[in-house]
């Protein structure tokens, strides 16, 4: 029995004793100290000549003077036949409102008054121009597009409205209002006798096959005003 009970003792002191041993010391932490953030300092200064504010093409009005013209916008191109036939052409696209699908601007006044506006578009506007000035005159002088109107129609009405022929590639519209005549050319045809200067101003990422697409404004008398300044400076 002494035999039995000496080693129970034994195993007892040992489990008391490492049950009684002393805590661990603990190991104090380390304080970090908070860094501010270095001021933010930028990489590049920007110097933008963008304006803040945007000159609408609708603005543009026939008949308007000279006068009210926004020269920051538009730059004096020239003088023509006498001084008082005078084109100005768009100079700072970021000013315009429209720069998305316009290229290029070209106005001609005669005797200080606005008498043609000509818009050079990179987007094909045939079916937004039919469905805002309603019913149009068709002009084609080319045998190809002549020859598709034999078997197809040149409009068609769509649940959008009026839709052009998308196979015409060669055309003009026409519309007659009160004292304004209003012209759209189309021609998806690249012309390989058009320099590479006009070439270059027909094209753009939106039109990158130089396809031509021309907006005209003209009073109604524009012809018999272009025909009496020619004739005067030939006196």
């Known amino acids: 029995m002494k035999k039995i009970v000496q080693p129970f003792l034994l195993i007892t002191t040992l489990l008391f004793s ?24 930028p990489i590049a200064s920007v110097n933008s000549s963008v304006p803040k504010y945007k000159v609408s093409f ?26 008082d036939f005078s084109v100005y052409s768009l100079d700072q696209m970021d000013y315009l409102a429209e720069s998305h699908y316009i290229n290029n601007i070209d106005l001609f006044f005669i005797d200080s008054l606005l008498v043609q506006i000509q818009a050079y578009l990179t987007v094909d506007k045939s079916n937004e121009l039919i469905n805002q000035f309603g019913r149009a005159k068709l ?25 052009i022929n998308k196979n015409l590639d060669h055309y003009k519209l026409k519309w007659v209002r009160i004292g304004a005549d209003i012209e759209y050319e189309v021609n998806k045809k690249l012309n390989t006798d058009s320099t590479s200067a006009n070439l270059a101003r027909f094209s753009s990422m939106g039109n990158p096959n130089g396809s031509k697409y021309k907006l005209t404004f003209q009073t109604s008398d524009f012809q018999y005003q272009m025909a009496l300044i020619e004739w005067e400076s030939t006196r």
């Open 18 to 41: 490492i049950g009684c041993s002393a805590p661990k010391k603990e190991v104090p932490q380390k304080k970090v100290k908070e860094v501010e953030p270095a001021p933010r300092v």
């Open 58 to 83: 609708s603005s543009l009005e026939l008949g308007m003077p000279i006068s009210e013209l926004d020269q920051r916008v538009f730059k004096h191109y020239g003088e023509f036949y006498t001084k």
């Open 139 to 163: 002009v084609i002088n080319d045998y190809h597009n002549k020859t598709l109107l034999e078997t197809e129609k040149a409009i068609t009405k769509t649940s959008n409205g009026y839709s």
